[in-house]
């Protein structure tokens, strides 16, 4: 395992490419995503310290997947796609857009450029998002701000919402 961010100024977890030298580009542009988003923003680094689970991200046109694992020892930036993990997915253009912190992943869902089908450790995706996203407030848009909070609070009500369904599906199984 190669730390991506030996030399890290701020407070947060690390960063690890599992796959080293040997990383795709997708795989080291989330690194360096997350290593920023880790370092200049306390609020995502608090968020990725206490996530738990995976998540695969896959550029659906050119069939190709990272995992993105949140544990106790940071963040592991790992190549292929773990199994059970919830898939975030979409093209690459979009995909990259992602990754480079230019569209939150927030948004790319809410306007169906990005899919997220569900998995293990379902909740590992708003946290995934929130730690991805880079502040619209870093590119001076102020109306994309508040279309950011409006778009993050939906998507955390309907998150809420299918976890209250299902806990009472559960419940009612049993």
Do not use: H
């Not at 080291?28 to 609020?43: K, T, W």
């Not at 689970?53 to 993105?68: C, E, M, Y």
């Not at 939150?104 to 995934?128: C, F, M, Q």
Request: hydrophobic fraction near 45%.
């Amino acid at each position: 395992m190669n730390p991506i961010d030996d030399d890290r100024v701020g407070p947060g977890p690390s960063v690890v490419l599992r796959d080293g030298d040997e990383a795709s580009g997708m795989a080291n542009m989330i690194a360096g995503l997350l290593e920023d988003n880790l370092r200049d923003f306390p609020g995502r680094a608090r968020v990725a310290a206490r996530a738990r689970g995976s998540i695969v991200l896959t550029a659906s046109d050119r069939d190709l997947s990272i995992t993105v694992s949140f544990g106790r020892g940071g963040v592991e930036i790992a190549d292929g796609a773990a199994p059970g993990a919830p898939v975030m997915a979409g093209p690459w253009l979009t995909m990259s857009r992602v990754c480079s912190g230019r569209i939150s992943p927030v948004k790319a869902i809410a306007d169906r450029e990005l899919k997220v089908t569900p998995g293990r450790s379902i909740l590992v995706v708003p946290a995934a998002g929130y730690v991805l996203s880079v502040p619209a407030s870093f590119y001076g848009d102020t109306e994309a701000i508040k279309k950011q909070r409006l778009t993050a609070a939906a998507v955390i009500a309907v998150v809420v919402l299918v976890v209250i369904a299902v806990v009472i599906a559960s419940q009612r199984g049993n």
